[in-house]
């Protein structure tokens, strides 16, 4: 497997032969409003040109609409024969927005890739998960690859848990800037995993590579990569915890 993270969730994913686009945030940078009142988003822009990053989309694999994962300018950029594979939540939606070829996923298919299985994601606990919504994460399987769990924009849950120790994954992808989000209560609430939960999750599978995204792209992260290095360093994981820049590409290969 090749894994290139462009920017936050959007990755480019070589898969079982295929060519697959997760996320795509294109908007310009500071185009989107801010979450936080700090800055406007993304605060980065793309490492790539958008029609470098589409060359060669076959499939694209979508956890969830916020719009810091899937904007106006990647809806107006993505074929509409493009074919979209998401949460069932969100299919209605997309085919609103005239994209031809969408499947829900509600637990487990086969698709041009192998096997793949939504997994419940938590965007939060208590009121703010209320707010934020149905999220979901992912969990690709095909022979000759390693197995991958794409945690996606989640704390540290029970179904993260399960996951990990059901499909024993080689690699897993969390989204580790540790964003917040207004609790109702005058403070903000965790919306994904932080460092303390990337180093959590590294724990609960001795055996697999993390690779922690969704850093340095938007306003209301209190994770940096640096922070998150340092972290790592502090705990002994720098073989396991790997944390990529915008436009880097990793090499993963199955267990042995």
Known sequence: MRLRLIRNATMLWDYSGRRILTDPLFADR????????????PVVDL????????????????????????????????????????????????????????????????WPAGTLTRIIGHHGVGPVEAEMGVVSGFVLQAPGEPTVYWAGDSVLCDETRAAIERY???????HSCGATWPDGRGGRALIVMDAAQTIATSRLAPWARVVAIHLDSVDHATVSR????????????????LIPEDGEELVLAPQP
């Open 30 to 41: 500071f185009a989107l409003p801010s979450y936080s009142g700090r800055s406007r988003n």
């Open 226 to 241: 640096d922070d998150l290095r340092q972290t790592v360093a502090a705990e002994g994981l720098e073989g396991r915890i």
């Open 168 to 174: 024993r994954p080689a690699v897993i992808i969390t």
């Open 47 to 110: 490492p790539l040109a958008i029609d470098d990053i589409m060359a060669g989309v076959e499939l694209v694999l979508l956890s969830h609409r916020h719009s810091d994962h899937f904007d106006a300018a990647a809806r107006e950029r993505l074929p509409r024969t493009l074919p979209l594979y998401c949460q069932p939540s969100d299919a209605s939606a997309l085919e609103a927005h005239g994209f031809a070829h969408v499947t829900p996923v509600e637990s487990s298919l086969v």
